[in-house]
């Protein structure tokens, strides 16, 4: 008789709300696993995942233990000299132990510890049978699930995310005897809404998927978004144009759908003058549908569908489809006309009008201080001030248009659009839009030196303005986006290579703040950017220890402190590293215990050991090969030449004392190793390597 059997429990829903669908079927599956691991119950994975639809969830496990092993217990009683009289006779306490355990006090057993001897109930019993357990697993599985406001139907006291309609648990070939929210397990599921109405019938956890994929259900999420991009694909390329699968739609689309069919759709022509951005919006946003581009990447006027049905008519789901978007597009092409006979002048003048912050002004205030940085920032990167400035002051003009009130996330893009209807410059119309980048995590910087430098300034005055006005980030709170501003910030000049101290660039943008926290200076800003860019090298795989290792050194720029990552990364495989890491350790420590200036130069005569004269030479000879490496910032081969220091350092380190009596010889070799130390640290403070 076999001691495993396969798993199935499958509870049947009315729509699960699409966003949380993906989480919900996690929950639920590590809740089942959770509790089977939980009461020893031993089962396989191999390769089981969640299994859902908008209707249900589902876990199906190939093999699980039919029962418990057996349940081994262990509960310590009192010790000799409190459980027995002087008499050897059995006290109260050891009578109420022996009677709660249900055994006489002479069946007990007896165990040491460093306390003495003391009574002990061992007891092993058979363990449960999987099937009773299961009841217990399943319910505590739903009230561990991310469900923050249960739904209730009937007059019930229970809830969930939605109405339980069916409950599906077998264990092998037999039901397992469960009831949860009012509902019987029993083996009979249902299939498609539509397209299968009679019961579906399951003989055995096997026959799950491939039974109801015969009732027009697929319940493996896997197999329903491979099918969706294949559909979306083919729909797509029959009508000559290729697909734009958004990532976040796809999830959307197929937490919408139990068999998901590609309906291709198309709109008129004439909706294509209006800014591809607006209407893709409205089709993957409001609609998820997936836009086909033409050759060019270009937005076609071709779309398709995916519905939760193959229908007999198609052509009347297709008709429904372009009807749905007709309004939308409608609306969206009547803004844009309106928007352009308004012209940009007039949107940039409503700014005043609008405002930023209580202690800030208005956009138009902050307009006229971006304007000022970018016309600063573009002067030192080679690009022309007055073209920065002048895309500077048209960044927010589309903030007052009507497209961005209908679809705020098209700040920039229809600043673009309009700025090109009214033949400004190119590189200022594409800068507008650039400005806003990176706009999401993972997102590129402004491709353009034009759009970085508003990137820049954009994101300066943001951080200045928002410390300024007492609007620092706490806890999860970040109206103004400082944090994401800040990485920002920091990526574009990085990614960017502008060699602009960044300290400096926020003095200047504090400067130009109308209101100014008494407590907050250009430090505070700094600081605050650098730490989020420890998460962004965190990301990139740099250790924390290598990024404090650069940040507690002077350097010129986010570039040149890259440069410096790098290169105490390379040193940092090296054998010497932790030597020398220890070393400047060691020297730092040294040096902070000293009284009085440290001598800046040596004095040869005052050498008494080889060991210090041989380190005072290596040390001239490394300051001597490294002064032109550190001039043109190959930080890399800085610190693979001072790794050749080790020996030298060892032997210092074996055979001399510093802190001797003689105070002019003690002074010498601080000297010597001042000397040293500060060309360690020349790129990074490498003391951080040191464990």
Known sequence: MSTTSPLLIELGTEELPVKALPA???????????????????????????????????????????????????????????????????TKALQGFAAKAG?????????????????VHRAVKPGASTAALLPEILREAIAAMPIPKPMRWGDHDYGFARPVHWLVMLLGKDVVDAELFGTRADRMSRGHRFMHDKPVWFSTPEDYVESLRGAKVLVDPDERRERIVLEVNEAARAGGGVARIDEGILDEVNGLTEWP???ACSFEREFLAVPQEALIATMEANQKFFPVLDADGKLSERFIGIANIESKDESEVRKGYERVIRPRFSDAKFFFVEDMKQGLASMNDGLANVKYQDKLGTIADKVARVAALAEAVAAHVGVDPATARRAAQLSKADLQSRLVGEFPELQGIAGRYYAAVENEPLDIAHAIDEAYMPRFAGDAIAPSKLGQVLAIAERLDTL?????AGLKPTGNKDPFALRRNALGLARTLLEGGHDLLLHGLIEQALALQPARHAEIGSYDITQFVYDRLRGYYADRGVASVQFDAVENVAHDSLPDFDRRLTAIAEFAKLPE????????????NILKKVEGEVPSTLDAS???????????????????????????????AVLGRLARLRPQVDAFFDGVMVNVDDAAVRNNRLALLKRLSDRLGSVAAIEHLSI
């Open 24 to 90: 919900l079927a996690q929950a639920f599956f590590d809740g089942v696993l959770d509790g089977l691991a939980k009461r020893g119950t031993a089962f396989e994975r191999d390769g089981a995942k969640p299994l859902y639809t908008p209707r249900r969830l589902a876990v199906r496990l190939p093999a699980v233990a039919l029962e418990q092993p057996e349940q081994r217990s262990e509960v310590l009683g009192p010790y000799l000299n409190i459980a027995l009289d002087a008499d050897g006779q059995p």
């Open 103 to 119: 055994i006489d006090w002479t069946a007990l057993e007896k165990t040491a510890d460093n306390k003495g001897e003391r009574f």
């Open 261 to 263: 069919k590609a309906v």
């Open 464 to 468: 200045a303005g928002g410390f300024a």
């Open 577 to 588: 590293a932790q030597a020398l890491a220890a070393a400047n350790k060691r020297i730092r």
């Open 606 to 636: 005052l050498f008494a050991e080889n060991a210090e004269r041989e380190l005072a030479d290596a040390v001239d000879g490394a300051i001597a090969d490294t002064d032109p490496l550190l001039d043109s910032r190959d930080y890399v």
